[in-house]
């Protein structure tokens, strides 16, 4: 399978507790994004990286939320002192980079986050 | 600041009708790129067209068409023919990027389309 792999895809846990979740990016794309869906909403953007370079990061992202992607190929999400209102689709998407002609984003199927 | 709206939240038509998702968007860049996913119950973004700012001609694929319009900065999306498996909720988004420039697309609320049997 050459598609965004996201793991895991489901995570239920309680408020305070540390999250982490993995993606695996289409191994020849170099941009990597990392977006967060609430029901009834669009994808909201959080970050994203070119290569391990973290270009942007959301107002969204607080303190609280820190995404790494250390040799430019998987990439991380850590959510630490979760709280209810982190509940959500976090979506992971990757990209070639743009120059290379083609700058759609290939989705992963997500990660869905439930924090009791 | 990009910004993407669709102002149609739910829409619901009858099996074979023709339906159109509307899509309005606002940048301050002269290039850019313009795209229309598709998230079907199962939830994974599938990615449908993708069109940049100095192509406005008018896309056609299968019973699916594309009408980018600069001058109203729409950039609309029709089912013709629609079927059930058309179902879903279709997200219309905005990349300012182009070629070597740095982007991030950025996606409207999404329009919830029901299409009944």
């Known amino acids: 399978d050459t598609g965004v792999s996201q793991n895991p895809r489901h995570k239920i846990t309680k408020r305070g507790q540390n999250v982490t979740f993995r993606c695996d990016p289409i191994s020849e794309h170099n941009r990597l994004y990392w977006y967060r869906q609430t029901l009834g909403q669009g994808p909201e953007f959080l970050t994203y990286f070119q290569n391990e370079a973290q270009l942007e990061k959301s107002r969204l992202l607080s303190d609280r939320f820190s995404a790494e992607r250390p040799k430019g190929s998987f990439s991380t999400l850590e959510i630490q002192r979760t709280e209810q209102g982190d509940s959500a689709m976090y979506l992971c998407?990757?990209?070639?980079?743009?120059?290379?002609?083609?700058?759609?984003?290939?989705f992963g199927q997500g990660t869905r986050l439930t924090v009791v | 600041a990009q910004k993407v709206t669709q102002a149609q939240t739910e829409i619901s038509v009858v099996e074979k009708e023709d339906v159109t998702l509307d899509c309005v968007y606002e940048?301050?860049?002269?290039?850019?790129?313009l795209f229309w996913y598709k998230q079907p119950p199962s939830g994974e973004l599938v990615f449908l067209i993708r069109r940049n700012s100095f192509d406005e001609q008018n896309e056609i694929s299968g019973r699916y068409s594309w009408n980018f319009q600069k001058s109203t900065s729409s950039f609309n999306f029709t089912i013709t023919a629609s079927q059930v498996v058309d179902s879903a909720v279709y997200f219309c988004a905005l990349s300012e990027g182009y070629m070597n420039r740095d982007d991030k697309i950025i996606f409207g609320k999404g329009t919830r389309l029901h299409i009944l049997p």
């Open positions: 940048t301050r860049d002269t290039t850019y790129y």
């Open positions: 998407a990757s990209s070639p980079s743009p120059g290379q002609g083609n700058t759609e984003a290939f």
